[in-house]
């Protein structure tokens, strides 16, 4: 079986042969370096013994590299139809490992995959990156078995996801991780590696699930509201955005910012306020 995937043609070759060109409609940047692709792969942990979810493989250059890494069973989630011309010879040539969804990846229901727990990894589409992730963080705190995130997201985006409070990229997207998940930014993707090359650079952020976290947390939904609200006005002191809260009663003067509260603040204000 890896011999078959490792002899398949180069990407860009498959790309030339199907004429298939990424379209800026989804935010497709296809990654063909086989070094960087092999090395996300192999970033997911324990790969070879659980199956692993991927959206927007687009011709499959990081899906070749998750099956030569070993995983199990893959699920590919792909928007652009036309892709399949490629993606029907990775099919054939995974012998029943591979198997791709073509629908659009905020609709498709995860819980209904067949899956019991899986890994997810991906190169995920700029426009659609990080509404994916707060509905896996959603998932992951309801009880779904996500074991692992392995994403590539815009290096700002990995930076809003890894901050920490007082931190420039501190906001959202830190607190609604941190509360549940482990997140640590793995490597840089420079915007060379991409075609067509991005105006930004990249980089791969690994999110792992803990199960203490998560068990302190009752409402993710609600802390999402929270956060929405806060760092919406993230310049006023927090007196100012909620009014009429004795604020000494949580410990603060209300004189903070958003940027200045911890993401267990966060938690302790949304299940009192809202």
Known sequence: ???????????????????????????????????????????????????VVEVGPGPAGLTRAILLAGAPRVIAIEKDKTTAPILSQIVDASAGRLSVI??????????????????????????????LLIGWLQKIAHGERILSLTLMFQREVAQRITARPGDEHYGRLAVLTSLIADAKILFDVPNTAFVPRPRVQSAVVQIIPNADKIARIQDLSKIEQITAKL??????MIRGIIPNVDWSVFGLTGTERAENLSPEMFATLANNLL
Do not use: H, W
């Open 1 to 51: 079986m890896t011999n078959t995937i490792a002899n398949l043609p180069p990407v860009s070759e498959m790309m030339r042969e199907c004429g298939l060109e990424p379209k800026k409609q989804f935010g497709q940047n296809f990654l063909f370096d086989l070094n960087l692709t092999g090395r996300i792969a192999r970033s997911v942990p324990n790969i070879e013994t659980i199956p």
């Open 102 to 131: 073509y629908d659009d990846a905020l609709r498709v229901n995860f819980s209904e995959l067949g899956l019991v727990e899986y890994a997810v990894c991906a190169n995920l589409p700029y426009n659609v990156g990080t509404e």
């Open 231 to 236: 760092f919406g006005m993230r310049r006023k």
